[in-house]
Nanobody, 115 residues
Framework: QVQLVESGGGLVQAGGSLRLSCAAS????????MGWYRQAPGKQRELVAI???????VYADSVKGRFTISRDVAKNTVYLQMNSLKPEDTAVYYC?????????WGQGTQVTVSS
């Protein structure tokens, strides 16, 4: 299974931006789809953005218009650009394949949005 390492999180004020990165241990060229997930304290992990091997994207309603998922196959990296951040976006963010590979979960990266 591919190993994934997330980075780029931090503390930001509401309305600010962050760009998360997800580095894969091998080529993502043949992976059908990748996704960004997040888990807030006391809540279940949720899928927020998907990118297919063809570049098609899908977003959860809660982030649509504010988040953009992209990928750089040459760098084996998937990105999540997050703009107009809200306090409710506070969570640990993870990436994984779709469908999820249980052995591929990384440590995640913490995003904290202050009001």
């Amino acid at each position: 299974q591919v190993q994934l390492v997330e980075s780029g999180g931090g503390l930001v004020q509401a309305g600010g931006s962050l760009r998360l990165s997800c580095a894969a241990s091998r080529s993502i060229f043949n992976i059908n789809a990748m996704g960004w997930y997040r888990q807030a304290p006391g809540k279940q992990r949720e899928l927020v953005a998907i990118i297919s091997s063809g570049g098609s994207t899908v977003y959860a309603d809660s982030v649509k218009g504010r988040f953009t998922i992209s990928r750089d196959v040459a760098k084996n990296t998937v990105y999540l650009q997050m703009n107009s951040l809200k306090p409710e976006d506070t969570a640990v963010y993870y990436c994984n394949t779709i469908p999820v590979a249980s052995g591929s979960w990384g440590q995640g990266t913490q995003v904290t949005v202050s009001s």
